[in-house]
């Protein structure tokens, strides 16, 4: 497998029909959240699915044939169980004239702890991926929330090597203060970090679409 070989990205429809030995490989051992077995008790619970607003979406990034990257995606209808409140975004992208939702959400449901979430060695192919998503499925923006330092500093280089024509994602940060009780009634303090989209104006270059950098993006009914 070589850095030329074709990357391709697809959605499954559901972390059931994702290989469980692929994607506990990718996510590793440490982090519980992240597990296979965790995502699959919430299909099979009902905790996420269609009639929820959480409609699992996991993310595959595949090279040469081989799965090198994945993303816990879900397609929201709104905005509960993030632990990140963008109710005020939904609100103003509606007064502007579009649809907030449904959006594209990187995360682990109704678990507001900081983990890993672009699963894999090159985080930026995901947030490719993710872009890519967005864009052919009309998607009003994807959101990667409670993300690691780590992963915060591949949006930068993401950003920065968009800015440099190189990877056309699309992704700024937000940081915000989260706040926790220890025992004995002391409190820590610690920084979390969001990916989310910028609302700006555009100049007409910017706006004309290029082609994504990923070969294909597939999905169920041929969307991505």
């Known amino acids: 497998m070589a850095d030329h070989d074709p990357v391709e990205a697809r959605i499954a429809d559901?972390?059931?029909?994702?290989?469980?030995?692929?994607?506990?490989?990718?996510?590793?051992?440490?982090?519980?959240?992240?597990?296979?077995?965790?995502?699959?008790?919430?299909?099979?619970?009902?905790?996420?699915?269609?009639?929820?607003?959480?409609?699992?979406l996991p993310l595959l990034v595949n090279r040469g044939g081989k799965t090198v990257g994945a993303a816990p995606a879900f397609l929201k209808s709104h905005s509960q169980g993030e632990y990140v409140f963008d109710q005020g975004w939904a609100d103003a992208w509606g007064r502007a004239g579009g649809d907030y939702y449904p959006k594209l959400q990187i995360a682990v449901p109704?678990?507001?702890?900081?983990?890993?979430?672009l699963l894999g060695p090159e985080p930026e192919l995901i947030l490719a991926a993710a872009e890519a998503v967005v864009r052919q499925n009309e998607l009003s923006s994807a959101h990667v929330t409670f993300l690691t330092a780590e992963e915060a500093g591949a949006a930068r280089r993401a950003e920065r090597r968009r800015d440099e024509r190189v990877l056309d994602v699309r992704a700024r940060l937000r940081h915000a203060i989260q706040v926790g009780r220890l025992q004995k009634g002391r409190r820590a303090r610690h920084e979390t970090h969001e990916v989310v989209p910028m609302i700006v104006?555009?100049?007409?270059?910017?706006?004309?679409?290029?082609?994504?950098?990923?070969?294909?993006?597939?999905?169920?009914?041929?969307?991505?």
């Not at 959240?33 to 619970?45: G, I, K, P, R, Y």
């Not at 109704?110 to 979430?117: A, L, Q, Y």
């Not at 100049?203 to 294909?216: C, F, K, M, T």
Request: glycine share 10%; charged share 25%; hydrophobic share 35%.
């Open 14 to 56: 559901s972390f059931a029909a994702v290989d469980v030995s692929t994607w506990d490989g990718l996510a590793g051992s440490t982090d519980p959240f992240l597990s296979h077995a965790f995502f699959s008790a919430l299909e099979d619970s009902d905790s996420i699915g269609s009639p929820s607003g959480w409609t699992s």
């Open 110 to 117: 109704f678990t507001p702890v900081v983990g890993r979430r």
């Open 201 to 224: 104006a555009q100049d007409e270059d910017d706006v004309a679409r290029r082609d994504p950098p990923l070969s294909s993006v597939e999905g169920r009914d041929g969307r991505a």
